[in-house]
T-cell receptor
Framework: DAGVTQSPTHLIKTRGQHVTLRCSPISGHKSVSWYQQVLGQGPQFIFQ???????GRGNFPDRFSARQFPNYSSELNVNALLLGDSALYLCASSLTSGRAYEQFFGPGTRLTVL | SQQGEEDPQALSIQEGENATMNCSYKTSINNLQWYRQNSGRGLVHLILIRSNEREKHSGRLRVTLDTSKKSSSLLITASRAADTASYFC??????????FGAGTTVTVRA
């Protein structure tokens, strides 16, 4: 079975630009979460979506937005990119958005903002 | 801000030795999970321990949880070169998100 897939693998953008990152969850998983991992730190929660509805949002500015599609795939959008947005963006899927379920992570998208 | 803090930040051991790392957190939790990350890639789930559990085993991994001290430990026995990675603890508080610590970098020397 395919795991969580993310595209693109790497991305280079300049300040002020917009970026869209994509994620396909494991088949049968209805919940997708997004995390940002800056070099040398642990992942920081950005969003969780379940059944196309936002279930949780981390402490990120409104420049960050996301959505989930009927097939449960998801997009993370970041507007007006800043140098500080350079990070590994991780997508994770789980069966539900309830408690005590492990999350399965994709390989991540490495975003570099110049 | 991060909920958990791992200790030590880095650990270097000889192949065959045991590796122990600790995680402390600040607020009450529903469960605590440990993940492994190789070379800045995606995270691999290792083990989940619920707040009403005290110890859990999975293969060469042993996890303990002390909710009174708000701490957890991960023990890797008989380490191998393939165990070289960063290890993260993550807490779940019933608010749909995992809160990660900064991680422990483990290097296993041949």
């Amino acid at each position: 079975d395919a795991g969580v897939t993310q595209s693109p693998t790497h991305l280079i953008k300049t300040r002020g630009q917009h970026v869209t990152l994509r994620c396909s969850p494991i088949s049968g998983h209805k919940s997708v979460s997004w995390y940002q991992q800056v070099l040398g730190q642990g992942p920081q929660f950005i969003f969780q979506y379940y059944e196309k509805e936002e279930r949780g949002r981390g402490n990120f500015p409104d420049r960050f937005s996301a959505r989930q599609f009927p097939n449960y795939s998801s997009e993370l959008n970041v507007n007006a990119l800043l140098l500080g947005d350079s990070a590994l963006y991780l997508c994770a899927s789980s069966l539900t958005s309830g408690r005590a379920y492990e999350q399965f992570f994709g390989p991540g998208t490495r975003l570099t903002v110049l | 801000s991060q909920q958990g803090e791992e200790d030590p930040q880095a650990l270097s051991i000889q192949e065959g030795e045991n590796a122990t790392m600790n995680c402390s957190y600040k607020t009450s939790i529903n469960n605590l999970q440990w993940y492994r990350q190789n070379s800045g890639r995606g995270l691999v789930h290792l083990i989940l321990i619920r707040s009403n559990e005290r110890e859990k085993h999975s293969g060469r991994l042993r996890v303990t949880l002390d909710t009174s001290k708000k701490s957890s430990s991960l023990l890797i026995t008989a380490s191998r070169a393939a165990d070289t990675a960063s290890y993260f603890c993550a807490t779940e508080r019933g608010d749909y998100k995992l809160s990660f610590g900064a991680g422990t970098t483990v290097t296993v020397r041949a």
